[in-house]
């Protein structure tokens, strides 16, 4: 059975940078192509990042490009996403979550999906 397990949220100030990961079992890791979404309170989730199997593929909505980036260790079974320049609007519980077909920014286009872990923008 696949599971997600997100880490590393927390409060950071503005301006800040904070790295989330987000490690996958269950499945042969060099296989899989991951998302994070987000999701602040009484707000859709949404898109914020995605990798392909080798890494060197990477999609990102205008929000998140150029301040965010998603890499992967292959051997660690682990998909990072790190943050900079960190806003306000950041914040939200960031979700992790598999990647299976169809559209990349389309939540129904995943079938596992992390617990998320909480990240908080503000002094």
């Known amino acids: 059975q696949v599971q997600l397990v997100e880490s590393g949220g927390g409060l950071v100030q503005p301006g800040g940078s904070l790295t989330l990961s987000c490690v996958v079992s269950?499945?042969?890791?060099?296989?899989?192509?991951v998302g994070w979404f987000r999701q602040a309170p009484e707000k859709e989730r949404e898109f914020v990042a995605w990798?392909?199997?080798?890494?060197?593929?990477?999609y990102y909505p205008d929000s998140t490009q150029d301040r965010f980036t998603i890499s992967r260790d292959n051997p660690k079974s682990t998909v990072y996403l790190q943050m900079s320049a960190l806003k306000p609007e950041d914040t939200g519980v960031y979700f992790c979550?598999?990647?299976?077909?169809?559209?990349?920014?389309?939540?129904?286009?995943?079938?596992?999906w992390g617990q998320g872990t909480q990240v908080t923008v503000g002094s």
């Open positions: 990798i392909g199997r080798r890494g060197d593929d990477t």
């Open positions: 269950g499945r042969t890791f060099r296989e899989v192509q």
């Open positions: 979550a598999l990647h299976n077909y169809g559209i990349y920014y389309y939540k129904s286009s995943y079938t596992a």
